[in-house]
């Protein structure tokens, strides 16, 4: 119930701001939808199974002087966010409160500078992609959120902020190392041959993925945990996955494909994008920990589907028609998805102690 209410929170919000400003794209929308998303994610309790791990780490780490946060090697930003947070407060609110300004600051930045319909950013960012996830694997999301914010450098053909912006995303979350080829994507041509060649690569790699992974395994001693159980979680198969959660998705893809067929001259480097995360989003239900990489080229819609959505054109009518529809089967999908699941940090259960 909480998550639909934060969705009708927001949709009416938009609705009053843009009546007000008589602006749909007004930066005052954005700001309101920041502080609403932070709030709502950044002030609740322990309800997931990281939120402990996550107090654990800063236990553990706000013990360590700088001299020993230097030489972590591993994800060193994130040890020392913690050490710095520590020398003002020791409580772990505090922490958490920043780790969520981390996942959401940069992903409305991002809204601001790249995308051309606010409204649907905002609601791909809260339903539809890494935010709903963001309340367990934060770190995956702040990488995420570091990577959305430099998806422009990449279409603006700027490597160096674009390989400064994987550095960061890294040194939350180790994961984040594999988007920075996506930098690569301006070199590929986009016409029809390109397309078709690339989509049947994509596909043999689909349907072919146990002789790769057995050939990294065997071979290059390469991802053989990948297949196995760690911290009790297994591949996700597609007979356990949500049939609601599997046609949205869907959904999704099938749109953003039907916006691209309108006009020839929608289709940019960011269709590789989403062939890719197409690709990805199918291997996951066979291959351990993937869902990982899901979240984040699924991440890029943020600001990929709206912009397309705009330069698609429709008739005013049709367009107001079409993101109001987006809106509400957002709040319901978020609805049902989520349960409904939320309690603030002011009930909360006790928190775990340091390992």
């Keep these: 119930m909480m998550y639909a209410l934060v969705g009708v929170v927001l949709a009416f919000g938009w609705v009053g701001i843009s009546y007000k400003t008589k602006d749909q794209n007004s930066d005052y929308y954005l700001v309101f939808a920041g502080l609403v998303l932070l709030l709502f994610m950044g002030l609740r309790g322990d309800f ?18 700088f001299g020993d946060i230097a030489r972590i090697k591993r994800e060193p930003l994130f040890a020392l966010l913690i050490k710095f947070i520590s020398l003002f407060s020791q409580h772990f609110q505090v922490y958490h409160f920043l780790m969520s300004a981390l996942v959401c600051i940069p992903a409305i930045l991002a809204i601001r500078k790249s995308s051309k319909n ?3 950013s905002v609601f791909f960012l809260f339903a539809l992609t ?43 979350h180790t994961s984040a190392i594999v988007l920075l080829p996506l930098y690569l994507l301006n070199y590929l041509p986009v016409n029809r041959k390109s397309l078709l060649l690339y989509t049947i690569f ?3 790699v689909v349907l072919g993925y146990e002789y790769v992974l057995r050939f990294a395994q065997q071979r290059l001693g390469l991802y ?38 309108r006009k020839r001259n929608l289709v940019d480097s960011g269709i590789y994008i989403a062939i890719v995360s197409l690709a990805v989003y199918m291997v996951q239900f066979r291959l351990f920990m993937v869902y990982r990489f899901d979240l984040y080229l699924f991440g890029f819609f943020i600001t990929l589907f709206p912009n397309k959505f705009e330069q698609s ?8 028609i079409l993101i109001i529809a987006i809106i509400g089967l957002s709040i319901i999908w978020v609805s049902s998805a989520y349960g409904g699941e939320y309690y603030p940090f002011w009930q909360n259960t006790v928190v775990k102690q340091p390992l």
């Design 313 to 320: 054109e429709f008739p005013p009518k049709v367009r107001r």
């Design 224 to 261: 053989g945990n990948y297949t196995g159980n760690s911290y009790g979680m297994w591949a996700q198969e597609w007979v356990s996955i949500s049939k609601k959660r599997l046609l949205v998705r869907t959904s999704i893809y099938i749109a953003y494909f039907s916006l691209l067929l």
């Design 48 to 65: 997931t199974t990281d939120y402990g791990n996550y107090a654990n780490s800063f236990s553990s780490y706000s013990t360590l002087s």
């Design 130 to 172: 890494y935010y709903g996830e963001s309340f367990n694997i934060t770190r995956n999301c702040i990488a995420m959120s570091l990577l959305l914010f430099g998806l422009h450098y990449i279409e603006e053909r700027k490597p160096v902020p674009w390989i400064f912006c994987v550095a960061l995303a890294t040194g939350f």
């Design 118 to 120: 606010y409204v649907l």
């Design 202 to 204: 994509v596909l043999c």
